[in-house]
């Protein structure tokens, strides 16, 4: 069991930056890969970007690349999402996930098997 509690939205404006956070706890964090997802109003969830239980490899929807960075620390438990250069259409409610595989960075959401609750993301132009 996997849980995970994200922090770290807000309202920004265009062009601001913002850094999201996923504590984990209940598992060895070192051994599940972890995932970005948002979900904007109306529109299905999205991949945003993944990142390897060891932190040594990463994966980025091309809405995110050059934008969004994503890192981990496995000695807090914690993985990150720096977001700079936000646009009005990054306004979304961010979920991170987990997957058991630490090795598998996959963009369905449907392979990842814990999430959190979420943290609202909201840019205006």
């Known amino acids: 069991q996997v849980q995970l509690v994200e922090s770290g939205g807000g309202m920004v404006q265009a062009g601001d930056s913002l850094r999201l956070s996923c504590a984990a706890s209940g598992r060895a964090f070192s051994r599940t890969a972890m995932g970005w997802f948002r979900q904007a109003s109306g529109k299905e969830r999205e991949f945003v970007a993944a990142i390897s239980g060891s932190g040594g490899n990463t994966r980025y929807a091309d809405s995110a690349k050059g934008r969004f960075t994503i890192s981990r620390n496995n000695a807090e438990n914690t993985v990150y999402l720096q977001m700079n250069g936000l646009k009005p259409e990054d306004t979304a409610v961010y979920y991170c996930?987990?997957?058991?595989?630490?090795?598998?960075?996959?963009?369905?959401?449907?392979?990842?098997?814990?999430w959190g609750q979420g943290s609202q993301v909201t840019v205006s132009s």
């Open positions: 996930a987990a997957t058991l595989d630490p090795n598998y960075l996959t963009d369905y959401w449907w392979a990842y098997n814990y």
